[in-house]
């Protein structure tokens, strides 16, 4: 599996909270060659890995398909888009943004940018009801095509930095679920220690939601959330961070189960996978949440790919962590035939 | 002249560094006119007409854009950069770019990075950020990669397409004033009435300084400048907070921050567009500037007037303008430089 070209196309498919549709289904497309059987259930892709039985603890490797966007919720009379956010946006960098505005079709826009004459001096953020989105097209026009409700993307495309490190929208969380994909690459030829599902989920950055019935359906012993956490730039607290191209960060919370957390660090030590500790002092604000408290309960621990500028159309990630990830992934749950 | 704007806007020029566009606008004009550089890089061209008039007409507009230039490089290999010429921090955050190592010519791919917003306090979330507490990522794992790469004084520039945004409009960087020099250019390559000097002007974004050499050099009577200016007609702004309308036509003021025009040419901007059937506007507040600002007190004094494209969001990498009010300002221009000899 390539991972890069997986990953750019899973970044190009667009997938908003609610929306994730093109996404999922290109999810789906690709886990499908794992699992023959996956299917979208109310919205999550949810796959069985190999021969499930009786004797093998569950366990499941969720990653989030949705991703943070806006929302339209009003066309004025002088056809601008009203929107609300999907997600946790930074709405410091909404200005003068290219978006994709999924309608009947896809249609660009530029969110509104307030020109300084009309700030007098101000640096106060617009709040998101104040803000709108252009289309250089008028209201008549728009209502053939957009109507409240309809999702909206930021319109940038996938680039290559220097060395192993890209950028592009949506890497949180596609690219967990390209290392859950590499993991299951490997693991092909190989015997599991556990009956392995895997959900990639929707609505994560609505508050866990798709996590929340997956988790449900599914009902594991076990899950490791796959996603994102912050890496290191100069700005950010060093001690809250991981670094980018050091390996997964293993989570460590009062809402992890301790015990996992160290089977995995073992696992990585032991298979000489670098790693990184991503210690927590409470909830974790990822799928691990949902899984932990399911049911009766299971023993949860998140595995986390380092990402700057989280939830903005420029994150950046490091390959080498996906790939990382999806090794240490393997290692874990794979066991020599 | 849309296939020419698009070519003009996709080639990078922050002020300082016009090489590449000074090298496209020469290879679009080679052969209509005469042309030197000037010693801090504008072009100043000069094309024959049907008659030598008695006072001389200076056209111009500008080459440079807004963009960055790299001012260090820190420990964990990303960049601090200072923004040349007027960029809102609020649309520098969350782009992308691309940084030009200035000796090799070689491009890198980079990202304006700031800290996570959920890693903000609730009073930062809510502010602009400073420029200075944003970066330029290349991707370098540390200092010494980045410096294999960059230097400070290297630019960066805005990355964007150019794309038709609706059926009217245009979505691309650079609009100002790429718009202007497609107007020129594309006018050069008619047969003119009268001789007239053309003038493609470096460094008007870090304050007008192209333009004061080249009106010097150029020594003219009259100057008509051709602009890109800030279209406020957006959502929640209100009569005359709007200043000028995307669809309104060509925008001649009667006074901005850096001119009050010359009266005569004023009024016959409006005279040529309503005899013609021209939709025009003005500014309905007295904002922005523009290389006239110099021009018009060059030497002794040159009757000056501007006419601008409207575009909303100028100085970002997601200028909007509507195609027709570039047409129409051809127009007008066109027709400008043919009467103005008859003042």
Redesign the interface.
Known sequence: MNIKETLFALCSADGASGSESPAAQLALDLLREYCPDAEIVSGNVIGRFGVHTEDKPSLVLDAHIDQVGMIVTHI?D?G?I?VSNLG???????????VTVHGKRD????V???????LSGS???LPIA?T?V????SKS?LEEIIAPGDPITFD??C?????S???AHALDDRSGVAAILYALSLLREMETAFNVTVIFSTQEELGERGAKIGAFTVDPDYAIAVDVS?A??????EN?CGK??KGPMIGISPCLDRELSQELIACASAGDIPYQVEVMEGLTSTNADRYSVNREGAKVCTVSIPL???????E?IDLADVELTGELLAAFIGREV | MKELLRELCLTDGVSGGEKDIRELIIEKVRGVCEYRTDPLGSLICFKKGRKSPAKKLMVCAHMDEVGFIITSV???G?LTFGTVG?I?P??I????VVVCNYVSGKR????????????LSKEE?????RTD?L?I?????DKE?AEK?VSPGDNAFFT?GF???????I?SKALDDRCGCAMMIQLMHEELEYDTYFVFNVQEEIGLRGSQASAYSVDPDFAIVLECT?A?D????EGA?K?CSLGGGPVVSFMDRTTLYDKELYCLAFDIARENSLPCQTKS?V?GGNDAGSIHVSRGGVRTLTVSVPC???H???G?IEYADMENSYKLVRLLTERIHTL
């Open positions: 004025t002088e601008f009203k946790g946006l930074d709405l410091r960098l909404l200005p003068a943004q290219p249609i660009k826009g530029v509104c940018s307030v020109p300084p004459h009309l640096a106060e953020v104040d709108a252009d289309t250089g097209m026009e940038v495309p680039r290559e930095l220097l060395g490190r890209v950028t912050f290191y730039a100069i700005g950010e607290k809250k980018l191209g700057r500028n989280m939830h903005t159309p420029v950046v | 820190r420990s964990d990303t007027g809102d609020s649309v955050i969350g782009r992308q890198y791919n980079g990202v304006i990075g700031s800290t996570a917003v959920h890693n979330r809510e502010k602009s950020p507490s970066y990522d290349i991707g370098a794992a990669e790469y964007s794309s038709e945004l609706g059926e009217r409009r979505l800030t406020a957006i959502d929640g702004a907070k200043v507040m904002a909303r969001y100028l970002s990498a997601s909007v």
